[in-house]
C-alpha cells in the first residue's frame, strides 16, 4: 500500500490583488506558512502561471516550480477548469461564460471553443515539462440546461450532446496521453460529467480512454445526495484527484436539492469548511489507503461562514490528521511462523 500525499491546497479561491496572494512567489510563501506541502496551481493567472511560457520552455518551468520549492511547496498539479468550461457551451450560457475567455475571442462561441482547446493542449504540455502525471479540468456541458426531464426530453437528446462532447475530448485526451498525463474530470454540477452515471455514458463514447479520470469531491455529492463512499468503491480505478471539501445537507419544508434561488448561506445544501460539515473524511480517507491512492489530498475552500484565510490553516492541519501512513506489515506478523509446506499438508490431513 501506498500513503496519500498531502496536505495540498487549490490556489484558485486565494489569488488575488493584494499581497500575499498577488504573486507566485508570495502565495507559495504564504501555503507553506499556513501548513501545506503542495499547491495545485490554476492556469488562467499570468500572476500565478505564464501558461504560455510554461508550454513553451521547460527550463522556465523548472525555474517556476523551483521558486516554489525554495518557499517550502511543490507543484501537485495544474487546474483548467476555466478552459475546459469553455470546451463546451450551451447557448444560453454564452453570456455568463464569456468572462472565463480572453477578451479578444468573447462574444465568438467558436473563436472561443477553439481558444480553449489551444489553452487546455498548452497545459497538457505545460505539465508534461513540470514532470506532472494529472491535471484537473471541468467537461463543459450541453445538456445541462436540460438536466431536469420536463418538458419531456426528445428522443436522442442527451444522447447527440454526449456524442458531441466525446468529439471535442477525444483529441485531448489523445495529446494528454502522448503527454503522459491523466486527464482528471472533476464531477461536479453544471458540468455534463457531474455523476456516475455521466460519466460512464462519455466513457462509453470514448472507448474506456485510459486518461479520462476523475476528481473525487466529496462535497458535490452530499449536496447531491449521491453515496459518496460507495462512489469511492465503484470508480476506484477511475479516480486520479481528491479535493478535500466539506459540505452539508440540510432539507426543510422549503428547500431541498435544488436550493430555492438561494444564496450559499441559506441553501439546504452548503459547502463548509474541512471539519465542519457532514462528510465522514475518516471513512474516505481509510477507502484511499485501501485503494493504494498516491494522488494529493489536496484542500479546495469553500465555505459560506468561514473566513478563507483561517479555512486554509485549519484545513492544513486537518488533512494531517486524517492522512494515515499505510502500514508496511500486518499487525499479527507477530505470531506468523515459517513456511512450511510439509506442515501445512499435514495440518489439512492430505498426507495421511
Not at 473563436?111 to 515539462?129: C, F, G, I, N, P
Not at 452530499?222 to 432539507?251: C, S, T, W
Amino acid at each position: 500500500m501506498r500513503t496519500i500525499k498531502g496536505p495540498g491546497l487549490f490556489l484558485a479561491q486565494f489569488i488575488g490583488t493584494d499581497a500575499p496572494f498577488d504573486s507566485w512567489h508570495n502565495i507559495t510563501r504564504w501555503a507553506a506558512e499556513c501548513g501545506y506541502a503542495g499547491v495545485q496551481v490554476p492556469t488562467n493567472d499570468p500572476r500565478i502561471l505564464d501558461l504560455d511560457k510554461a508550454a513553451a520552455s521547460r527550463d522556465w518551468c523548472s525555474e517556476w516550480a523551483g521558486q516554489g520549492s525554495q518557499n517550502g511547496v511543490v507543484v501537485t498539479e495544474l487546474s483548467t477548469h476555466l478552459q475546459g468550461q469553455l470546451v463546451a457551451v450551451h447557448p444560453a450560457y454564452d453570456a455568463m461564460f464569456d468572462g472565463f475567455a480572453a477578451p479578444e475571442v468573447r462574444g465568438n462561441p467558436a473563436a472561443r471553443q477553439e481558444w480553449a482547446v489551444d489553452q487546455m493542449k498548452k497545459a497538457l504540455t505545460a505539465s508534461k515539462h513540470l514532470g506532472l502525471t494529472a491535471m484537473v479540468t471541468f467537461s463543459g456541458a450541453l445538456a445541462w440546461p436540460y438536466v431536469y426531464p420536463w418538458p419531456q426530453r426528445p428522443a436522442g437528446l442527451v444522447e447527440e450532446a454526449f456524442d458531441e462532447l466525446a468529439r471535442r475530448w477525444r483529441p485531448l485526451l489523445d495529446h494528454a496521453d502522448s503527454c503522459g498525463v491523466d486527464l482528471c474530470f472533476e464531477i461536479h454540477p453544471g458540468e455534463d460529467l457531474h455523476d456516475g452515471d455521466t460519466f460512464e455514458m462519455f466513457l462509453e463514447r470514448i472507448d474506456n480512454h485510459p486518461r479520462a479520470k476523475m476528481l473525487y469531491d466529496p462535497s458535490h455529492y452530499v449536496l447531491q445526495q449521491l453515496d459518496y463512499l460507495d462512489h469511492l468503491d465503484i470508480y476506484a480505478e477511475r479516480i486520479g484527484m481528491f479535493h478535500v471539501k466539506d459540505a452539508e445537507f440540510n432539507p426543510t419544508g422549503r428547500k431541498g436539492v435544488y436550493g430555492g434561488y438561494q444564496p450559499w448561506l441559506k441553501r439546504a445544501g452548503r459547502f463548509r469548511s474541512p471539519g465542519d460539515g457532514q462528510v465522514d473524511f475518516g471513512a474516505i480517507f481509510s477507502k484511499f489507503a485501501e485503494m493504494n491512492f498516491d494522488g494529493w489530498a489536496v484542500v479546495e475552500w469553500e465555505c459560506c461562514l468561514k473566513h478563507p484565510e483561517d479555512g486554509a490553516r485549519e484545513g492544513a492541519e486537518f488533512v494531517k490528521n486524517h492522512i494515515i501512513r499505510v502500514t508496511e506489515k500486518a499487525f499479527d506478523d507477530f505470531a506468523a511462523g515459517a513456511t512450511d509446506r510439509a506442515a501445512n499438508r499435514a495440518l489439512l490431513g492430505l498426507d495421511r
